[in-house]
Nanobody, 113 residues
């Protein structure tokens, strides 16, 4: 059974930082492309960052220069490093693994003073 478990969300002030983790189980992690998506209230889910199995990254323009995605194949874990957070970054952040379109349960990130 495939499992993706996100953690690291929380409440942070504008300008702050958070690091999200996505621990996977039940997949051959090094053969999967990993991604982070987010969904704010009343909005569609959007791609934030992706990393291929070979380590090539793609970062959304809205977070480029502030967010970074990485992976540790030895730990079966993907990370999203978020810096200079803004109130508009507030959303539920989801981890995604492909092939297969597997999703985690999400972790809430709230940026507010």
């Amino acid at each position: 059974q495939v499992q993706l478990v996100e953690s690291g969300g929380g409440l942070v002030q504008p300008g702050g930082s958070l690091r999200l983790s996505c621990v996977t189980d039940g997949i051959r992690f090094d053969l999967y492309h990993m991604g982070w998506f987010r969904q704010a209230p009343g909005k569609q889910r959007e791609m934030v960052a992706r990393i291929t199995m070979t380590g090539t990254t793609n970062i959304a323009d809205s977070v480029k220069g502030r967010f970074n995605i990485s992976r540790d194949n030895a730990k079966n874990t993907a990370y999203l490093e978020m810096n200079s957070l803004k109130p508009e970054d507030t959303a539920v952040y989801y981890c995604n693994a492909n092939p297969g379109g597997c999703w985690g349960q999400g972790t809430q990130v709230t940026v507010s003073s």
